[in-house]
């Protein structure tokens, strides 16, 4: 299993804007399909946004227009700007990579957004 860390969790005013960060342990990135999910209190985890090797990317509808899901293969990190922030936003955000054959998750980075 690749070692995911998240960072740029937070709280944020309605409207506001936050950027999280998942640095992966390996250089699997190239290669991977990489996704962004998020968890509320009582619900279960939800995709966010995901992207293949190819870089196509595919967003949950809610989101659309608002978050971008990217990545460095350089720096080995991936990052999911959201703009627009909403209280519906508020949740637990984990990343994720499929790469070589593993299926990765990190520990989750807290974001909460009030209204």
């Known amino acids: 299993q690749v070692h995911l860390v998240e960072s740029g969790g937070g709280l944020v005013q309605a409207g506001g804007s936050l950027t999280l960060f998942c640095a992966a342990s390996e250089n699997i990135f190239r290669t991977a399909f990489i996704g962004w999910y998020r968890q509320a209190p009582g619900k279960e985890r939800d995709l966010v946004a995901t992207?293949?090797?190819?870089?196509?990317?595919n967003y949950a509808d809610d989101v659309k227009g608002r978050f971008t899901i990217s990545r460095d293969n350089a720096k080995n990190m991936m990052s999911l700007q959201m703009n627009s922030l909403k209280a519906e936003d508020t949740a637990i955000y984990y990343c994720?990579?499929?790469?070589?054959?593993?299926?990765?998750w990190g520990q989750g980075t807290q974001v909460t957004v009030s209204s």
């Open positions: 994720n990579t499929v790469a070589l054959g593993r299926v990765s």
């Open positions: 992207m293949t090797s190819g870089g196509t990317t």
